[in-house]
Protein backbone atom coordinates (compact mmCIF):
# COMPACT_ATOMS: atom_id res chain seq x y z
CA UNK A 1 0.00 0.00 0.00
CA UNK A 2 2.95 2.63 1.31
CA UNK A 3 4.87 1.79 -2.25
CA UNK A 4 1.51 2.55 -4.46
CA UNK A 5 0.98 5.32 -2.71
CA UNK A 6 4.47 6.75 -2.55
CA UNK A 7 4.77 5.91 -6.09
CA UNK A 8 1.54 7.74 -7.32
CA UNK A 9 3.19 10.40 -5.20
CA UNK A 10 5.96 10.70 -7.58
CA UNK A 11 3.93 10.18 -10.66
CA UNK A 12 2.21 13.33 -9.66
CA UNK A 13 5.11 15.88 -8.87
CA UNK A 14 6.57 14.46 -12.35
CA UNK A 15 3.11 15.87 -13.76
CA UNK A 16 3.47 18.92 -12.04
CA UNK A 17 6.53 19.71 -13.54
CA UNK A 18 5.24 18.83 -17.61
CA UNK A 19 1.71 20.18 -17.10
CA UNK A 20 1.83 24.25 -16.20
CA UNK A 21 -1.13 25.93 -14.51
CA UNK A 22 -2.71 27.41 -17.81
CA UNK A 23 -5.80 25.13 -18.74
CA UNK A 24 -5.11 22.58 -21.85
CA UNK A 25 -7.94 20.52 -23.17
CA UNK A 26 -7.59 16.77 -23.49
CA UNK A 27 -10.98 15.66 -25.02
CA UNK A 28 -12.80 18.29 -24.69
CA UNK A 29 -12.28 18.51 -21.51
CA UNK A 30 -10.59 20.98 -19.48
CA UNK A 31 -8.02 19.77 -17.02
CA UNK A 32 -5.82 21.86 -14.09
CA UNK A 33 -2.93 21.64 -12.12
CA UNK A 34 -3.51 22.31 -8.76
CA UNK A 35 -0.72 23.12 -5.85
CA UNK A 36 -2.10 23.71 -2.30
CA UNK A 37 -0.74 24.04 1.54
CA UNK A 38 -2.78 22.87 4.42
CA UNK A 39 -2.51 23.78 7.62
CA UNK A 40 -5.35 22.64 10.64
CA UNK A 41 -5.82 21.71 14.52
CA UNK A 42 -6.81 18.55 15.68
CA UNK A 43 -9.36 18.68 18.22
CA UNK A 44 -10.14 15.48 20.43
CA UNK A 45 -8.56 13.49 23.04
CA UNK A 46 -6.97 10.03 24.00
CA UNK A 47 -8.27 10.17 28.06
CA UNK A 48 -11.28 12.19 27.52
CA UNK A 49 -10.95 12.65 31.33
CA UNK A 50 -8.26 14.83 31.43
CA UNK A 51 -9.41 17.01 29.21
CA UNK A 52 -9.42 17.80 25.26
CA UNK A 53 -6.12 18.20 23.34
CA UNK A 54 -5.23 20.31 20.56
CA UNK A 55 -2.82 19.98 18.17
CA UNK A 56 -1.56 20.55 14.82
CA UNK A 57 -1.60 19.06 11.19
CA UNK A 58 -0.16 20.20 8.08
CA UNK A 59 0.06 18.72 4.47
CA UNK A 60 1.16 19.53 0.91
CA UNK A 61 -1.00 18.25 -1.91
CA UNK A 62 -0.81 18.71 -5.34
CA UNK A 63 -3.14 16.87 -8.67
CA UNK A 64 -5.54 17.92 -11.37
CA UNK A 65 -9.18 19.00 -11.39
CA UNK A 66 -11.10 18.21 -14.66
CA UNK A 67 -14.45 20.24 -13.93
CA UNK A 68 -15.86 20.11 -10.50
CA UNK A 69 -13.66 16.97 -9.91
CA UNK A 70 -10.33 17.13 -7.77
CA UNK A 71 -7.92 14.07 -7.61
CA UNK A 72 -4.40 14.35 -6.18
CA UNK A 73 -1.54 13.15 -3.44
CA UNK A 74 -0.50 14.36 -0.25
CA UNK A 75 2.15 14.42 2.20
CA UNK A 76 1.84 15.85 5.48
CA UNK A 77 2.49 16.05 9.50
CA UNK A 78 0.08 15.21 12.26
CA UNK A 79 1.08 16.04 15.95
CA UNK A 80 -0.77 14.37 18.91
CA UNK A 81 0.14 14.67 22.80
CA UNK A 82 2.55 11.50 22.65
CA UNK A 83 2.99 10.62 19.07
CA UNK A 84 4.07 12.14 15.22
CA UNK A 85 2.89 10.82 11.90
CA UNK A 86 3.87 11.84 8.59
CA UNK A 87 1.17 10.54 6.62
CA UNK A 88 1.04 9.93 2.90
CA UNK A 89 -2.80 10.06 1.39
CA UNK A 90 -4.59 10.09 -2.06
CA UNK A 91 -6.95 12.95 -1.99
CA UNK A 92 -10.57 13.39 -4.05
CA UNK A 93 -12.88 16.16 -3.84
CA UNK A 94 -15.86 17.55 -5.72
CA UNK A 95 -16.84 21.32 -5.89
CA UNK A 96 -20.31 22.31 -5.69
CA UNK A 97 -21.21 25.61 -6.95
CA UNK A 98 -22.20 28.19 -4.53
CA UNK A 99 -25.45 30.56 -4.89
CA UNK A 100 -26.06 33.47 -3.13
CA UNK A 101 -29.15 34.76 -1.51
CA UNK A 102 -30.56 35.85 -4.92
CA UNK A 103 -30.36 32.54 -6.19
CA UNK A 104 -27.10 33.65 -8.54
CA UNK A 105 -24.33 31.59 -8.99
CA UNK A 106 -20.76 32.82 -7.98
CA UNK A 107 -18.81 30.21 -9.90
CA UNK A 108 -15.54 31.42 -8.32
CA UNK A 109 -16.45 30.19 -5.06
CA UNK A 110 -17.65 27.04 -3.99
CA UNK A 111 -18.89 24.71 -1.24
CA UNK A 112 -15.99 21.26 -1.46
CA UNK A 113 -16.86 17.88 -0.58
CA UNK A 114 -12.94 16.33 0.05
CA UNK A 115 -12.16 12.75 1.17
CA UNK A 116 -8.30 11.82 2.01
CA UNK A 117 -7.34 8.06 2.39
CA UNK A 118 -3.99 6.74 3.27
CA UNK A 119 -1.30 5.53 5.14
CA UNK A 120 1.89 7.05 7.64
CA UNK A 121 4.76 6.33 6.42
CA UNK A 122 6.78 7.15 9.00
CA UNK A 123 5.43 7.26 12.95
CA UNK A 124 6.92 8.07 15.81
CA UNK A 125 6.40 8.36 19.46
CA UNK A 126 7.17 11.71 21.49
CA UNK A 127 8.74 11.39 24.97
CA UNK A 128 8.86 14.52 27.13
CA UNK A 129 11.36 12.28 29.52
CA UNK A 130 15.10 11.01 29.02
CA UNK A 131 14.78 7.78 28.34
CA UNK A 132 11.34 5.84 27.19
CA UNK A 133 8.94 3.80 29.17
CA UNK A 134 10.43 -0.16 30.16
CA UNK A 135 9.41 -2.21 27.39
CA UNK A 136 8.82 -0.26 24.57
CA UNK A 137 10.62 -0.77 20.69
CA UNK A 138 8.66 1.05 18.01
CA UNK A 139 5.32 2.32 16.85
CA UNK A 140 3.73 1.68 13.67
CA UNK A 141 0.91 3.28 11.59
CA UNK A 142 -1.65 2.27 9.63
CA UNK A 143 -4.43 4.07 7.64
CA UNK A 144 -5.84 7.35 7.84
CA UNK A 145 -8.89 8.25 6.67
CA UNK A 146 -10.50 12.76 6.58
CA UNK A 147 -13.97 13.05 4.79
CA UNK A 148 -14.41 16.79 5.33
CA UNK A 149 -16.71 20.18 3.84
CA UNK A 150 -15.42 23.56 2.88
CA UNK A 151 -15.86 26.63 1.59
CA UNK A 152 -13.55 27.45 -1.32
CA UNK A 153 -12.96 31.72 -2.68
CA UNK A 154 -11.13 31.51 -5.87
CA UNK A 155 -9.23 34.86 -7.17
CA UNK A 156 -7.79 34.63 -10.45
CA UNK A 157 -5.51 31.74 -10.05
CA UNK A 158 -5.18 31.35 -6.17
CA UNK A 159 -7.62 30.14 -3.97
CA UNK A 160 -8.15 29.63 0.11
CA UNK A 161 -10.61 26.90 1.41
CA UNK A 162 -11.83 27.01 5.09
CA UNK A 163 -12.88 23.17 6.10
CA UNK A 164 -13.97 21.23 8.97
CA UNK A 165 -14.04 17.60 9.31
CA UNK A 166 -13.18 14.25 10.84
CA UNK A 167 -9.91 12.38 10.78
CA UNK A 168 -9.27 8.82 12.17
CA UNK A 169 -5.76 7.79 12.36
CA UNK A 170 -4.78 4.34 13.47
CA UNK A 171 -1.18 3.72 15.45
CA UNK A 172 0.25 0.80 17.45
CA UNK A 173 2.86 0.76 19.85
CA UNK A 174 4.86 -2.17 20.18
CA UNK A 175 6.13 -3.68 23.31
CA UNK A 176 8.88 -6.85 23.97
CA UNK A 177 9.85 -7.74 27.60
CA UNK A 178 12.57 -9.91 28.31
CA UNK A 179 12.41 -13.39 29.86
CA UNK A 180 14.27 -15.54 32.34
CA UNK A 181 14.04 -19.34 32.90
CA UNK A 182 15.16 -21.50 35.58
CA UNK A 183 17.53 -24.39 34.25
CA UNK A 184 18.38 -25.85 37.73
CA UNK A 185 21.75 -24.35 37.70
CA UNK A 186 21.41 -20.65 36.39
CA UNK A 187 19.03 -18.14 34.77
CA UNK A 188 19.04 -18.09 30.87
CA UNK A 189 17.42 -15.57 28.75
CA UNK A 190 13.75 -17.19 27.09
CA UNK A 191 11.85 -15.62 24.50
CA UNK A 192 10.89 -12.69 24.63
CA UNK A 193 7.40 -10.91 25.74
CA UNK A 194 5.87 -8.95 22.99
CA UNK A 195 2.76 -6.42 23.42
CA UNK A 196 1.10 -4.72 21.02
CA UNK A 197 -1.33 -1.77 21.87
CA UNK A 198 -3.61 -0.72 19.09
CA UNK A 199 -4.77 3.47 19.46
CA UNK A 200 -7.75 4.61 16.85
CA UNK A 201 -7.30 8.12 16.93
CA UNK A 202 -10.42 10.46 16.30
CA UNK A 203 -10.15 14.12 16.03
CA UNK A 204 -11.97 17.07 15.06
CA UNK A 205 -9.97 18.74 12.29
CA UNK A 206 -10.20 22.57 11.16
CA UNK A 207 -8.47 23.57 8.89
CA UNK A 208 -7.07 26.48 6.09
CA UNK A 209 -5.48 25.64 2.93
CA UNK A 210 -4.06 28.43 0.53
CA UNK A 211 -3.24 26.76 -3.34
CA UNK A 212 -3.02 27.53 -6.87
CA UNK A 213 -4.66 26.86 -9.88
Excluded at 42 to 59: M, N, P, W, Y
Excluded at 83 to 105: E, Q, Y
Excluded at 109 to 138: C, F, H, Q
Excluded at 191 to 204: E, M, V
Aim: hydrophobic share 35%; charged share 20%; with cysteine.
Amino acid sequence: MRLVIFALLISVSGLAQSVQPDLVRIKNKKLKYFFSLQTASLIGCDDCGKGKEITFSGAIIQGVRIKKFGFGVGLGHDSYHDWNTAPVFLSASWNLPFKGAVGVSKQKNALVLKVDYGTSLKTWRYYPYEYPEYGYKETTGGSTFHPSLGYRVNSDKMHVTFGVGFKTQTIRDLYEFPSWRWTGTQYVEGDPSRRTLKHDLSRLMLSLAVGWN
